[in-house]
Structures are given as C-alpha cells and as structure tokens.
C-alpha cells in the first residue's frame, strides 16, 4: 500500500511537472512564433521600403534619362530634370555637355558646309537654298527679288601676272567690298564659283538693284587695287549683271541665274567695268 501510495504520488508530480513543461513550451513557442511573425512582417515592410526607394531613385531616374536620350535623338527640346548626387545624376550631366559639344560641332560643320573656305561667304550650296527660300517667298508675297550676278574682269591676267597668292587675296578683298555695299540683313552674297560672285537682294526692284551695282563698282574704284594687266583700267574691275522679276511660282532659280547671267555677257561685251540689265525678249521686240 506504502509502494503504492509512493508511486501515485510520484506520478501526480511526473504528470504536473509534465504540464508545468508543456505549458512553458507553448508560451515559449507563442512567444517565438509572434516574435518570428514581428520579424517577418518587419522584413516586408523593409522589401518594400527597397522597392518604393529603388523605384524613386533608380527606376524612375532612369525613365527620365531615357526620356532625354529619346528627346536628344529625336531632335526634341527637353530640360534636365535630373538633381541630385548620384551617378545617374552624373551620367545625366556628362550626357548633357557631350550634347551641347556635338551641338557646337554641328553648327560649326554646317557653316563650313554652307561657306565657301576662301572668302568665307555664303558657298553655291547656301546659294541653291537661300535662293530657293526667297523664290517662294518672293512669289507668295508678290514681291520683286533681283539678282545681281558678278565677275571680276581679267582675273586670269591677274593671276597669271601678280599670281595664285595674291589672286586668292584679291578674291578675299572683293567679297569683303560686295559685303559691305549690302546694307539689309536679309541681302544675301556667295561665291558663285571662279571669280564670279552674286547677290540676291529680296523685296528690291530694278532701280534698287542698280543702285547696289553702282555702289559695287564704285567702291572698288576707290580702293583701286592695282591690276597693271588689265584692258580695261589699272586698277581691279567687275562687270555686272542684274535681273529683276517678280516669281510666278514656276520660273527656277536656274533660270533666274541665267537671266542674270545673259546680262553680264552683255555687260562684258559693252566693256567692262559695267552693269547691265536683263531684258526679256518680248520686251526687245
């Protein structure tokens, strides 16, 4: 009964114990599992804070420096939008410089396209353009354009005698007199190939065409650059020759240099050191 008694009660104490162990355990488990749910929920919410700040300063950031590359390529104005200390930032601002640089050779490789490397005027290329521009302009305003085609009389005595250098001086001199007799911003001069040069003068009739011829002609007189050779006077001449017409939309530009150009010949066989106009033949008849 002693034996019994004993082991009864030992057993009563092997099964609290038990208990007192699984309760603890399943507090400590609780405990774990709530701490391990605290845990995760803290690692979401700090994926999620990754993502929200890669999707802010990265993604996003890249969006808008696509954006410029498109817009650059495209040829469409933008605005840097990108601020910041960052290396997208920096790659956004060396873009932007390498941009403005291939900008300025741009411009710097069409105006050497567009003049000639001598004299440094407009080139024949500028000329079939500009030409063409004022054309349609001219004929939608029905305005009157004149064109003034030049060449410099007895050149190749000049350049045979006094030679290449100071021909190509010579040249240099010459346009900067053509230059300076133009005094509207929207006249135009070029080099029209050899020692022939000519003018296109918008919104000018014939009295304002010769006026211009006159003044040409008279300007070189007086810087008188001496051309010993010449059979026509001493020193460096040009001969003139001027058309004016209002476009009517299907005249070319090539026949309008050649209208100018059957007055120079003109002006070249009455002898030199002259304009001439352009008469139609309707208007000789």
Same mark, same amino acid.
């Given at each position: 009964?002693?034996?019994?008694?004993?082991? #009864?009660?030992?057993?009563? &104490?092997?099964?609290?114990?038990?208990?007192?162990?699984?309760?603890?355990?399943?507090?400590?488990?609780?405990?774990?599992?709530? $701490?391990?749910?605290? @845990?995760?929920?803290?690692?979401?919410?700090?994926?999620?804070?990754?993502?929200?700040?890669?999707?802010?300063?990265?993604?996003? %950031? @890249?969006?808008?420096?696509?954006?410029? $590359?498109?817009?650059?390529?495209?040829?469409?104005?933008? %605005?840097?939008?990108?601020?910041?200390?960052?290396?997208?930032?920096?790659?956004? &601002?060396?873009? =932007? =410089?390498?941009?403005?640089?291939?900008?300025?050779?741009?411009?710097? $490789?069409?105006?050497? #396209?567009?003049?000639?490397?001598?004299?440094?005027?407009?080139?024949?290329?500028?000329? !079939?353009?500009?030409?063409?521009?004022?054309?349609?302009?001219? #004929?939608?305003?029905?305005?009157?354009?004149?064109?003034? $085609?030049?060449?410099? !009389?007895?050149?190749?005595?000049?350049?045979?005698?006094?030679?290449?250098?100071?021909?190509?001086?010579?040249?240099?001199?010459?346009?900067?007199?053509?230059?300076?007799?133009?005094? %509207?911003?929207?006249?135009?001069?070029?080099?029209?190939?050899? &020692? &022939?040069? @000519?003018?296109?003068?918008? !919104?000018?009739?014939?009295?304002?065409?010769?006026?211009?011829?006159?003044?040409?002609?008279?300007?070189?007189?007086?810087?008188?650059?001496?051309?010993?050779?010449?059979?026509?006077?001493?020193?460096?001449?040009?001969?003139?020759?001027?058309?004016?017409?209002?476009? !009517?939309?299907?005249?070319?530009? =090539?026949?309008?240099? #050649?209208?100018?150009?059957?007055?120079?010949?003109?002006?070249?066989?009455?002898?030199?050191?002259?304009?001439?106009?352009?008469?139609?033949?309707?208007?000789?008849?």
């Amino acid at each position: 009964e002693d034996y019994v008694a004993q082991l #009864s009660l030992l057993t009563n &104490e092997t099964e609290q114990n038990i208990t007192l162990q699984v309760a603890t355990s399943v507090v400590d488990m609780k405990e774990q599992t709530q $701490l391990i749910r605290l @845990i995760l929920i803290g690692g979401v919410v700090f994926l999620l804070a990754i993502v929200i700040l890669f999707q802010q300063r990265i993604l996003k %950031r @890249i969006r808008i420096f696509n954006y410029m $590359l498109r817009s650059e390529t495209q040829g469409a104005e933008y %605005r840097t939008l990108l601020n910041g200390n960052d290396e997208i930032t920096d790659l956004a &601002e060396a873009f =932007e =410089e390498f941009t403005q640089t291939i900008a300025i050779q741009k411009n710097k $490789l069409e105006h050497l #396209s567009m003049s000639d490397a001598l004299t440094g005027i407009a080139n024949r290329r500028a000329l !079939d353009i500009r030409l063409k521009h004022d054309i349609e302009l001219s #004929s939608r305003q029905k305005s009157s354009i004149a064109i003034l $085609l030049m060449d410099i !009389d007895c050149f190749k005595l000049y350049n045979d005698n006094y030679g290449h250098i100071a021909g190509d001086q010579c040249l240099k001199d010459i346009s900067k007199v053509i230059c300076e007799s133009l005094h %509207r911003d929207s006249d135009f001069v070029a080099r029209y190939g050899g &020692e &022939e040069f @000519i003018c296109v003068l918008p !919104d000018t009739n014939s009295k304002g065409a010769q006026e211009i011829a006159t003044h040409i002609i008279e300007k070189l007189k007086h810087s008188a650059r001496p051309h010993k050779h010449s059979n026509v006077a001493n020193y460096v001449t040009m001969s003139i020759g001027i058309t004016t017409l209002i476009p !009517d939309g299907v005249i070319t530009a =090539e026949a309008i240099i #050649s209208q100018a150009d059957t007055a120079l010949y003109v002006a070249k066989g009455s002898g030199k050191n002259a304009y001439s106009l352009y008469i139609p033949a309707k208007s000789m008849n």
